[in-house]
Structure formats: C-alpha cells, structure tokens
C-alpha cells in the first residue's frame, strides 16, 4: 500500500514538473519588442499613429503565433528628444530586456539611443529617423527601413528639377542633424543639376511665428520650389504664412512646397487652402493596388474606424518585418540582429526591404509622392 501510495506521489510529482515545465517552456516562446516612441511633446503624434499600427500588427502575428512564438511589446516615450530618448532607452533595456528595439522617429533621438542599446547587444529596428549618422557608418545592431536622408534628399531634388522643372528653390528647415542634413543634400544635388539656391534659412524647435520668414521668402525673388523640413506643429504656421503672404499655389502663388515624411496624414485639412499644391514623400500610398496594402487598409478600418496614415503603415511594417525574422529562424537579440541583416526581400505595405552592409533598406519603392490638390485630397505622382 505505501508503494502504491509512494508511485502515485511520484506521478503526481512527475505531472506537476511537466506542467511547470511546459508553461516556462511556453513563456519561453515570446518575443519581447520594446518600442520607443514619442509620446509626448513636439512628435506626439508620431507615437499616437505608431501605436496603431503596432497594435494591429500584434493582433493579426499573435492568433495563430510565427513558428510556436508569440509577440508582446512594452511602450516608453521617448519625446523625440535626446536625453528621454535615453532615458527611456536604459528602461527598457533593464527592466523589460527586449529581443528587439523599435523607434526613435526623430534622428536626434535616434542617434542618442543607438550607442545604448549596442552595448546591451540589442537590435534597433528604425523606421522614421533619416539622418544619415544612423546607418553610416552606424552600427551592427541599428537598422533602418526608410531611406536616409541622402536617398530621399537625391531624389526630391532630382524629382523636382526633372518633373517639375524647378530651377529656383528657397530651404527652410529646423536646425536639427536631419533638418540641416536633408537641406544640404537638397542643396547639393539641386546645384548639381544645375538650379540655384536662393535662400537658405533654419530655425530652432522655439519659433511659433513663421510671418518674418515667410516675408523673407518672397523678397528673395521667384523659387519654383521651397523644400521644408520640420514637425507637423511648425510646418503647419509655415505653410500658412507662406499663404497669406502669396508665395505658394495656396496664396496665389506660384511656388511649389515641398515636404517629407515628418507630416502626418490630414495635414493638409489643418493647414486647409494653404496646402493646396504641397507636393511630399510619404512612405505609404493608400493607391497602391497590391494585397498586402489591401487587406492592412481593410484591417485598419474595420479595427479603428478611420483610414490608415503613413506612420500607421511603417509602424506596422516593423512588427511584420520582425515576425518575418522570426518566421526564418530568429529567437532572442543575436539572432534577431542576424537575420534582419539577412533580409533580402520583404514586402511590406510601405515597400520592400533589403538592408546592405551598414543595415540600410535600399529599396527607393518606400518613397511615395502625393500631391495637395484643391479640395485638399491626394494625388499620388507614381515617380517611383
């Protein structure tokens, strides 16, 4: 009888660690991304549409789960600046201890986070930040989808000097690494091909007041174009006051804006008639006809009743492009970081992505035209 009573203690035993076992084992089969992004301050609208579109993500990679794995992600915000982007950073790194990192949107943000999180061995997925600092000579663990600065900087010059026939242009842009640098590649392969430059002006984060800038702009003579590099706060009192005082297509004018991705969707219905004519890169064309944008649109619509933006769509694309590394054998940060340099060919709602030695996506198909027409809806150009 003791025997007896001893065996099934044993088996009892015996069950309980297999539970245990499975359910550690079970907890074990989780990826951990940790997602800096703004929250509050100037970008917070960044973080408000990256959550969507992570969210989404999240629901449709946790039904079924990519190779026995599932996905959790821990918000910090970031604030699109330096120090909180650090701060938050070093939180995340010591209390959550991710697999993989994605955010900053803001460069500056980024390239202060960058150093932190590849001394802890971790990879950074990046979607929104395009100084080039991020990814030359940048790091082993820092990847980027979106183009750098040069990439989108190249082409809007080129675009705007072969599509639209620019030959004048005036740069407004914040005195930021990515403001300054996108400026000067403008700049540079404008002159290049041969247009001029004929003002060039930064401002800080502080200026509210964009009517002495906007006079500066039309005393400087005729510019075909005016490339703006800022947040959605000042680049819209920009755009007005270029309006009011008649240098753009929405004052009467006869100048082009032209913008990139900092802009969120329905800029244009805040910035109304003064928009009118904006022409600016986006990473996402609600246009395009393939299934993959498609079904995400559809999904996005049944889940948060409104249509998509672009930073819904990048920031989607990052939870599917890690889930796509898990699906080809990633499991923790080193090999992770291994198989995003890996990638070769991900088709994403924004594009494709293939990352070259410094984690750079070189795929131009990220890059999106869409043109502000009068009754403030989008054309998209198709230039890419």
Request: a neutral charge; glycine letters at 8%.
């Amino acid at each position: 009888m003791r025997k007896r009573y001893f065996m099934l203690a044993v088996s009892a035993l015996s069950l309980i660690a297999a539970v245990a076992f499975s359910d550690a084992n079970a907890q074990d089969k989780t990826i951990k991304i940790g997602a800096l992004f703004p929250i509050s301050g100037p970008g917070a609208y960044f973080g408000a549409q990256d959550k969507q579109g992570v969210e989404l993500a999240l629901e449709q990679v946790n039904k079924e789960g990519v190779n026995g794995y599932k996905f959790t992600v821990q918000y910090e915000d970031s604030a699109c600046a330096p120090l909180p982007a650090s701060q938050a950073a070093k939180r995340l790194l010591d209390q959550y201890k991710p697999d993989v990192i994605i955010g900053e949107e803001c460069s500056d943000a980024t390239l202060a986070i960058m150093p932190i999180i590849a001394q802890a061995k971790v990879p950074l997925l990046n979607a929104g930040s395009s100084s080039i600092k991020i990814t030359e000579p940048g790091n082993p663990y820092t990847f980027r989808i979106l183009p750098d600065e040069v990439m989108q900087g190249v082409d809007i010059a080129t675009q705007a000097y072969n599509k639209l026939n620019a030959r004048t242009a005036v740069l407004l842009y914040e005195n930021t690494n990515s403001g300054i640098g996108n400026a000067k590649v403008f700049k540079d392969t404008f002159e290049k091909l041969g247009g001029k430059i004929i003002a060039d002006i930064g401002f800080g984060r502080d200026v509210n007041d964009f009517t002495a800038i906007a006079t500066r702009v039309a005393g400087a003579g005729k510019a075909d174009v005016i490339p703006t590099y800022t947040l959605e706060g000042q680049g819209l009192k920009i755009t007005q006051a270029l309006a009011q005082a008649g240098v753009t297509k929405g004052g009467g004018g006869s100048a082009i804006q032209l913008g990139t991705i900092w802009l969120p969707f329905g800029f244009e219905q805040k910035a109304g008639k003064a928009a009118e004519g904006y022409i600016r890169i986006v990473q996402f064309d609600p246009t395009d006809t393939r299934p993959v944008v498609k079904n995400f649109i559809s999904a996005f619509k049944a889940k948060f009743n409104t249509d998509p933006t672009h930073l819904n769509a990048h920031a989607y694309d990052q939870i599917m492009l890690i889930a796509d590394a898990v699906k080809r054998g990633a499991k923790d940060a080193q090999s992770m970081r291994d198989t995003l340099a890996a990638t070769k060919d991900f088709q994403g709602v924004t594009g494709s992505v293939e990352f070259n030695k410094h984690n750079q996506n070189i795929k131009m198909d990220t890059i999106h035209y869409m043109r502000t027409e009068p009754d403030l809806s989008w054309t998209a150009l198709k230039w890419n």
